[in-house]
């Protein structure tokens, strides 16, 4: 039991200081992992009939797509922000009504949705990453 607690601190010291040292960009690309970590867990527990599990994890993602949304630059981010709005609104009421229809159709469209985002988001870090190297120099 002992060494269970000392494995759990370590893990969650591990993951502090990998969201501490991570840039915005890789923040946000780990709050879509998760989003679609809880999907995947709410889908899975649906099939399964474990209506517990599948209500607190698609609600997990419901947050994880609010806190995205609500981290949105409207002002700023112009046209591009009102998509990315429109598209986190599309996820959170697929999500809420999947989970209330126990449609599992409804999370696979929003993880479509999530999936071409994050991927977005990655090669948005992949073509920085070469900049960052040369200022560095």
């Known amino acids: 039991m002992r060494e269970n ?18 840039s915005p960009l890789q923040l946000v690309i780990m709050l879509y992992d998760g989003a679609l970590r809880f999907m995947d867990a709410g889908r899975r ?5 474990d209506i517990e599990t ?9 947050k994880i797509v609010l806190e995205l949304a609500s981290c949105l ?11 990315l709005f429109a598209l986190y609104t599309y996820c959170y009421n697929q999500l809420v009504a999947a ?3 126990d449609k599992p159709e409804y999370i ?10 994050r991927e977005s988001w990655v090669q948005i870090e992949a073509s920085l990453q070469p900049m960052e190297v040369a200022d560095a120099a």
């Open 99 to 101: 989970n209330i229809e």
């Open 108 to 117: 696979d469209q929003a993880t479509r949705v999530l999936t071409d985002l």
């Open 45 to 49: 527990a649906m099939a399964a009939g």
């Open 5 to 22: 607690l000392s494995s759990s601190r370590n893990l969650q010291e591990y993951r502090k200081q990998v969201v501490n040292g991570a």
């Open 54 to 62: 599948q209500n607190t994890s698609l609600q997990k993602a419901q």
């Open 73 to 83: 630059d409207m002002g700023q981010g112009g046209e591009i922000a009102e998509n």
